[in-house]
């Protein structure tokens, strides 16, 4: 079931030319009433409801701006599309997973929640509430066997991003400079990891976050992240975002100082790893 506000019958189509069983609804993840209409059509037509992913958001159509310029308007229409709408879906589905007891859901957050990416301060704030629901959300259903986990993709040329000149110019190449992995992200990337993410392989993992990235982010307490730089430009009188991406510490030197520094911190990970084990 492909539930979206816009693009839903093409979806139908290709899929239907793929063979495979499955059909699109208009919904608006906003709407009570058009989410609860989907719920309906997919339980009276498949009976059960084994996996959402949230994955709809105000997103690619966003330009990249000094925090001063967001207008509280637009951050209440981001908020209501990027968290209301994964709580009004994570709400509708809810009953139908807890009485089977059973249920995979999974959230699309935003490598940029994770990195201070300057910019897009109401859609970061947005994917990083994704990032607390799951975890919050992961204990709530955990009674019933749901699993709650979210993905944060880094940069990726999905067919909207493709669409705007402006987002590929600012961010493409640049992003390829915070990865190990230096390549594209495109769509499966983010795809094979939600894959994982609602299969049976995955079922005893609940409340955590898989970046997507290429090696952008790594979530330890010495983690490294490739942080894009907002910086003023006299360009059109405005501030645009520059298209330089450095790392966010500094090369740790091979120093007797240092080396005995990465000892402490092995040791204290190897007593936090003890400490926590069964
Ligand atoms: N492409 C990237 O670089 C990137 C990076 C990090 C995270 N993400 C996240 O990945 C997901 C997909 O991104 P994308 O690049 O395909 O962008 P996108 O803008 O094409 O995807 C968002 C989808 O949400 C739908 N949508 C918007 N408002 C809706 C509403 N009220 N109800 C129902 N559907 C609605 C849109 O029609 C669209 O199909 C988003 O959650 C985005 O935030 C993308």
Not at 55 to 74: H, M
Not at 93 to 121: D, E, F
């Amino acid at each position: 079931m492909i539930a979206d506000i816009k693009g839903y019958e093409a979806a139908a189509e290709e899929l239907s030319g793929k063979g495979l069983d499955g059909i699109a609804i208009r919904t608006d993840v906003t709407d009570v009433g058009s989410v609860s209409g989907v719920i309906r059509e997919t339980m009276a037509r498949y009976g059960r409801i084994d996996i959402l992913v949230n994955n709809a958001a105000i997103s690619a159509e966003l330009r990249p701006a000094p925090f001063e310029q967001c207008s509280p308007e637009e951050w209440r229409r981001i908020y209501e599309v990027n968290v209301i709408g994964v709580f009004n879906m994570c709400k509708a589905v809810s009953p139908h997973m807890r009485a089977a007891r059973t249920g995979r859901i999974i959230n699309v957050s935003s490598g940029t929640a994770l990195k201070g990416t300057p910019g897009m301060l109401h859609y970061i704030a947005s994917k990083g509430a994704i990032i607390s629901m799951t975890r919050s959300l992961a204990s709530e259903f955990s009674a019933d066997q749901i699993t709650v986990n979210a993905v944060s993709p880094g940069f990726t040329l999905t067919e909207s991003v493709e669409a705007q000149p402006e987002l590929l110019t600012t961010f493409a190449d640049a992003a390829i400079t915070t990865r190990l992995l230096k390549r594209h992200a495109v769509a499966t990337d983010v795809a094979n990891v939600i894959y994982f993410l609602a299969s049976d392989d995955s079922g005893f993992v609940t409340g955590q976050l898989i970046a997507a990235d290429g090696g952008s982010v790594f979530h330890s307490v010495e983690g490294r992240s490739g942080v894009p730089i907002l910086t003023k430009e006299s360009s059109a009188g405005s501030d645009i975002l520059e298209t330089c991406f450095c790392e966010r510490s500094e090369p740790r030197r091979n120093t007797k100082e240092n080396a005995s520094k990465n000892i402490l911190m092995l040791a204290h990970a190897a007593n936090r790893t003890s400490s926590q084990s069964p």
